[in-house]
């Protein structure tokens, strides 16, 4: 069965640090996200992309945040200079169609120190 | 604006006992309700989507109903085993500029099965 796939799993990283986390989303997906949680918090959406340009974002994003789809089957979320407060798990999704089931990944646990 | 709430947020039951998680929504306007299932430290693993035009989703022990004038949705469970436990997220698209898209999600119900 076809499934979202993400890595690393974990990444350890230094304040101030770039870092890109990576997904796969199912081939014949259209729609594509990005979720964090943070430890103990909601499943919180980031921003959502279609048609190779971002849909729609939350406060969250702003400019230290970028997504791409370099190529037909990655998509990826950069955070150009990380900060304690994004450690987190990061979730990559993906759907058929706009409002339609989606399906996440793994997760990648991002640790900032 | 959609906001999601659950209750409980956690429950612990016997094996074998049937069981219902609450979901609350605020936009009656709804596209559709998922529910999922986190084990901890672990990835989102879909359950059961229903529709705006849907009053029950079925899919083996697990039943979804949803009533969009109370603003509810609830997940049975029949016949809890142990391997049932897990937290429970329900979600839900919030209205967006380009439409029904992000999920919102609810802060979930942690289900503990004893045997």
């Known amino acids: 069965e076809p499934e979202v796939t993400q890595t690393p799993s974990h990444q350890v990283t230094q304040m101030g640090q770039e870092v890109i986390l990576r997904c796969v989303p199912i081939s014949n997906h259209l729609y594509f996200y990005w979720y964090r949680q943070i430890l103990g918090q909601k499943v919180e959406f980031l921003v959502s992309f279609y048609n190779n340009e971002i849909s729609e974002k939350s406060e969250i994003f702003d400019d230290q945040f970028s997504v791409e789809r370099p190529d037909g089957s990655n998509f990826t979320l950069k955070i150009r200079s990380t900060k304690l407060e994004d450690s987190a798990m990061y979730f990559c999704a993906s759907t058929r169609q706009g409002g339609g089931e989606q399906f996440f990944g793994p997760g990648t646990r991002l640790t900032v120190l | 604006k959609q906001e999601v709430t659950q209750i409980p947020a956690a429950l612990s039951v016997p094996e074998g006992e049937n069981l219902v998680l609450n979901c609350s929504f605020t936009?009656?306007?709804?596209?559709?309700l998922q529910w999922f299932r986190q084990d901890p430290g672990k990835g989102l693993t879909s359950l059961l989507l229903?529709?705006?035009?849907?009053r029950e989703q079925t899919s083996g022990r697990l039943n979804a109903s949803l009533d969009k004038s109370s603003g509810r949705s609830t997940l049975y469970i029949a016949a809890s085993q142990p391997g049932d436990s897990a937290t429970y997220l329900c979600?839900?698209?919030?209205?967006?500029?380009?439409?029904?898209?992000?999920?919102?999600f609810g802060t979930g119900t942690r289900l503990l099965v004893s045997p």
């Open positions: 229903i529709q705006s035009s849907q």
């Open positions: 979600a839900s698209p919030g209205r967006g500029n380009t439409g029904f898209q992000k999920l919102v």
């Open positions: 936009d009656s306007a709804i596209y559709n």
